[in-house]
């Protein structure tokens, strides 16, 4: 069974521009999270997405924006880059939400913006 | 204050000793610990979870002291695929997320 996909898996953007992260969960999966991890950090909460609906944001500003589809994959917008959005991009899936689950992270999108 | 506290390391450790980290939580209510394991570029991966009561998985052992807000592991008798970063882990009380709260991570070396 294939795990938690993400794509791109590298990409560089300029400041200013904006970017979609892409996010396919584990077949069943109705949770998907994004977190941000900046080099020698350990990862930071975005967003969570449950059926659909935003059930937790992190303190990130207006810029982050996400969605969840009807199939249960989810994007992860940034608009006007800043250098410091420069991190991994992380995608985690579960099968629901309120904790207890198991979370699978997938394998990241590298951003780096110049 | 950081919400989950690490000693980022590095620790250098020579094969077969033994290495425990400790990790710190300022929520008295946070309500499920973790520890992750994260290899060079990789995603991070789930290792064990911690409870009152203690766990070990086989070389692995963790605890958690909720009284001191205090998580902790130790790995017996390292081994060189034991070099990575291992993330402590808490989640935060009720609500109708699963949100992780990382701390910065502890690198760790084993040296041949």
């Known amino acids: 069974d294939a795990g938690v996909t993400q794509s791109p898996t590298h990409l560089i953007k300029t400041r200013g521009q904006h970017v979609t992260l892409r996010c396919s969960p584990i077949?069943?999966?109705?949770?998907v999270s994004w977190y941000q991890q900046v080099l020698g950090q350990g990862p930071q909460f975005i967003f969570q997405y449950y059926e659909k609906e935003e059930r937790g944001r992190g303190n990130f500003p207006d810029r982050f924006s996400a969605r969840q589809f009807p199939n249960y994959s989810s994007e992860l917008n940034v608009n006007a880059l800043l250098l410091g959005d420069s991190a991994l991009y992380l995608c985690?899936?579960?099968?629901?939400?309120?904790?207890?689950?198991?979370?699978?992270f997938g394998e990241g999108s590298w951003l780096t913006v110049v | 204050r950081k919400e989950v506290e690490q000693d980022p390391g590095p620790f250098n450790v020579p094969e077969g000793a033994t290495v425990a980290f400790n990790c710190t939580y300022s929520?008295?209510?946070?309500?499920?610990f973790f520890w992750y394991r994260q290899d060079c570029r990789k995603e991070p991966k789930l290792l064990m979870s911690v409870y009152s009561s203690g766990n070990e998985d086989g070389r692995f052992t963790a605890q958690l002291n909720r009284a001191s807000q205090y998580i902790s592991l130790l790995i017996r008798d390292s081994k060189l695929s034991d070099s990575a970063t291992y993330l402590c882990v808490v989640t935060p009380y009720g609500g109708a997320t699963n949100k992780l709260i990382f701390g910065t991570g502890t690198l760790l070396a084993v040296q041949p």
């Open positions: 985690a899936s579960s099968l629901a939400t309120g904790g207890g689950d198991t979370i699978y």
């Open positions: 929520n008295s209510a946070s309500q499920s």
């Open positions: 077949s069943g999966h109705k949770s």
